[in-house]
């Protein structure tokens, strides 16, 4: 099995529905991650958590937000989908003391 | 300027040629370098990683670390065709916690027979 997983794997929508991104991970990590990938934009930060009740802001913020219901999951929502939020999404983890980050499949999100 | 900038692609090598990709950094005190390789329709994948200046050798992959220039680069000897995929530079910035990377646009590689 997947160490960490996400889901959906594809979700096609409509501008203005809310949406949400799951990800859970059974690697023991403390440390939790959303990027966004956008092709030739590389992946930006858009929320981290380092543990269940630290939750921070990363690059690209706006118009997502998050929760951390675990150690073992993070999800993503976007409140009110808009067509320019249409991406790759991944979710990674890494441990404490190390900067290696472990990634999720992703999800293929496309708002109409 | 952007913090982590890599050499625009895409960048197209013979097999069994060296592929050479490049990343550069703007902030001084950076302190953990990495180079993950990514398959289009995959997710990113570490391949190396490199916290001192010189050179670390993993297989055909090198990482070179330039900490005065600000620069950390990869090279793939004998590439493959199997070696076709982007490849993304990854800083941990001066300053910041462990696991929060920042990382470059990408370079696609294309490997020809």
């Known amino acids: 099995d997947a160490d960490v997983t996400q889901t959906p794997r594809n979700r096609i929508t409509k501008t203005g529905k809310r949406i949400m991104l799951e990800c859970s991970q059974t690697k023991g990590h403390d440390r939790m991650y959303w990027y966004r990938q956008d092709p030739g934009l590389g992946l930006q930060l858009i929320y981290y958590?380092?543990?269940?009740?630290?939750?921070n802001k990363g690059e690209i913020s706006d118009g997502y937000s998050v929760s951390r219901q675990a150690q073992a999951k993070f999800s993503l929502s976007l409140e009110s989908a808009i067509p320019n939020q249409t991406a790759l999404y991944f979710c990674?983890?890494?441990?404490?003391?190390?900067?290696?980050?472990?990634f999720g499949p992703g999800t293929r999100l496309t708002v109409l | 300027q952007k913090e982590v900038e890599q050499n625009s692609g895409p960048l197209s090598v013979p097999e069994g040629a060296i592929a050479s990709l490049n990343c550069t950094y703007s902030?001084?005190?950076?302190?953990?370098f990495f180079w993950y390789r990514q398959y289009s329709g995959k997710s990113p994948e570490l391949i190396m990683s490199i916290y001192s200046n010189g050179d670390k050798e993993d297989g055909r992959f090198t990482a070179q670390l330039n900490k005065a220039s600000q620069y950390v680069s990869l090279l793939i000897r004998d590439s493959q065709p199997s070696d076709s995929a982007t490849y993304l530079c990854?800083?941990?910035?001066?300053?910041?916690?462990?696991?929060?990377?920042?990382f470059g646009q990408g370079t696609i590689l294309t490997v020809h027979p």
């Open positions: 958590s380092f543990d269940v009740k630290d939750i």
């Open positions: 990854a800083v941990r910035v001066g300053g910041t916690s462990y696991g929060k990377l920042t």
């Open positions: 990674a983890t890494s441990g404490r003391l190390t900067d290696t980050q472990y």
């Open positions: 902030d001084r005190v950076s302190q953990s």
